[in-house]
T-cell receptor
Framework: DQQVKQNSPSLSVQEGRISILNCDYT??????FLWYKKYPAEGPTFLISISSIKDKNEDGRFTVFLNKSAKHLSLHIVPSQPGDSAVYFCAASEMDSNYQLIWGAGTKLIIKP | DSGVTQTPKHLITATGQRVTLRCSPR?????VYWYQQSLDQGLQFLIHYYNGEERAKGNILERFSAQQFPDLHSELNLSSLELGDSALYFC??????????????FGPGTRLTVL
């Protein structure tokens, strides 16, 4: 039972354009969401997070949007840069489970020059 | 560099064997988390230790065990290994015990191959 789904295994975007990565979840009790980025041969690196009391959080070129009614969140990267090429993982957690992270399978983002 | 170290980087062993993976958290972090990532899958949470005590268990097999020592480093022991245990094993650390939403910092992982 996949509680967090990233339905696109890969995404290719032109440098300078907007990258939009999507994530869906099934557990309405999730109240905290995170995006991590992972380069080959390295561990995941925290990118940005959002609490369920918000619908948007922005950090530089990265913005996460949360649509609770649709149980959907997305990560926008504007403008996309070659260094953004990586695998992006969406993760979710809830206070009742001590914020144990449930992870999506990841989306490989490729930025084309 | 996240400040979390994991050894060894690669491990190749045979079915039925036992291995130990080691993790040193960032300086000052009290929590250690272990994750397993099989091919093209998301990370599966295995277990969480906080200041030497087990805090939460996820999808950890009975053949696997872990502990966190007084110096806060942690070891993940995998025994009676099977082919399906081949995966990347990540360790992460965080400042607190997960009561808040503190960031987890990941090590580079140990790639385990069971032949």
């Amino acid at each position: 039972d996949q509680q967090v789904k990233q339905n696109s295994p890969s995404l290719s975007v032109q440098e300078g354009r907007i990258s939009i990565l999507n994530c869906d979840y099934t557990n309405s009790m999730f109240d905290y969401f995170l995006w991590y980025k992972k380069y080959p041969a390295e561990g995941p690196t925290f990118l940005i997070s959002i609490s369920s009391i918000k619908d948007k959080n922005e950090d530089g070129r990265f913005t996460v949007f949360l649509n609770k009614s649709a149980k959907h969140l997305s990560l926008h990267i504007v403008p996309s840069q070659p260094g953004d090429s990586a695998v992006y993982f969406c993760a979710a957690s809830e206070m009742d489970s001590n914020y144990q992270l449930i992870w999506g399978a990841g989306t490989k983002l490729i930025i084309k020059p | 560099d996240s400040g979390v170290t994991q050894t060894p980087k690669h491990l190749i062993t045979a079915t039925g064997q036992r291995v130990t993976l080691r993790c040193s958290p960032r300086s000052g972090d009290l929590s250690v988390y272990w994750y397993q990532q099989s091919l093209d899958q998301g990370l599966q949470f295995l277990i969480h230790y906080y200041n030497g005590e087990e805090r939460a268990k996820g999808n950890i097999l009975e053949r696997f065990s872990a502990q966190q020592f007084p110096d806060l480093h942690s070891e993940l022991n995998l025994s009676s290994l099977e082919l399906g245990d081949s995966a990347l094993y990540f360790c992460a650390s965080s400042v607190t015990g997960g009561l808040g939403t503190d960031t987890q910092y990941f090590g580079p992982g140990t790639r385990l191959t069971v032949l």
